[in-house]
């Protein structure tokens, strides 16, 4: 079976500052995916970054990093000059292979930013 | 394309009535995935299938929840004899593949409110 953990239920952060999102995972996979999905009052899922269990650099999106530690089992989401925008839930998921294909969520984090 | 498309975006149903949601995919997407979303959680897992073939359930999906997905293309989820725990997002997303780097195209929900 697969587990995420996000264990920031909310965070606040001033404006144009950087903000670090925590996620670990489980998973007797040796071949998975992570990935970040954010999720405005709207409600739709906005795909935002993935990694690969077999990458060996850190995947970048624009603001959005992931810091991958695989030995840690964390994949934690930086977002780097915060905008107002960015307030919003944030979802660290996984998908795995063969019978753990589907994804999985953790709890979320409810990002505010603050002018 | 325009993306996933959920429908209706909302439903009041009074406890013990049917109610059935529908979901389309991105076209050329052969995998469509329901998920169910309460306030402050994360979405849960409740079906998927591969073309018409449904691949999975998931353990929360009881007797009164069934989903079709006749010709792989657009997909129903019906919930019979509603009850008050029913009140939820339900989520529908697609992918094209089983890879592990396969990304979920999510759809805006169908909140759904029993009274």
């Known amino acids: 079976a697969q587990k995420i953990t996000q264990t920031q239920p909310g965070m606040f952060v001033q404006e144009k500052e950087a903000v670090t999102l925590d996620c670990t995972y489980d998973?007797?996979?040796?071949?998975?995916?992570l990935f970040w999905y954010k999720q405005p009052s709207s409600g739709e899922m906005i795909f935002l970054i993935y990694?690969?269990?077999?990458?060996?650099q850190n995947a970048t999106e624009g603001r959005y990093s992931l810091n991958f530690q695989k030995a840690r089992k964390s994949a934690n989401l930086v977002i780097s000059a915060s905008q107002l925008g960015d307030s919003a839930m944030y979802f660290c998921?996984?998908?795995?292979?063969?019978?753990?294909?589907?994804?999985?969520f953790g709890t979320g984090t409810r990002l505010t930013i603050i002018p | 394309d325009t993306g996933v498309s959920q429908n209706p975006r909302h439903k009041i149903t009074k406890r013990g009535q049917n109610v059935t949601f529908r979901c389309d995919p991105i076209s050329e997407h052969n995998r469509l995935y329901w998920y169910r979303q309460t306030l402050g959680q994360g979405p849960e897992f409740l079906t998927y299938?591969?073309?018409?073939?449904?691949?999975?359930k998931s353990r929360l999906l009881s007797d009164r929840f069934s989903a079709e997905r006749p010709k792989g293309s657009f997909s129903t989820l019906e919930i019979q004899r509603t009850e008050q725990g029913d009140s939820a997002m339900y989520l529908c997303?697609?992918?094209?593949?089983?890879?592990?780097?396969?990304?979920?195209?999510f759809g805006q929900g169908t909140r759904l409110t029993v009274v």
């Open positions: 998921a996984m998908r795995g292979n063969f019978g753990n294909e589907k994804l999985t």
């Open positions: 990694q690969g269990s077999y990458d060996e």
């Open positions: 299938f591969q073309n018409e073939a449904q691949l999975e």
């Open positions: 998973t007797s996979d040796q071949s998975y995916g």
């Open positions: 997303a697609s992918s094209q593949g089983r890879a592990v780097n396969t990304e979920a195209f």
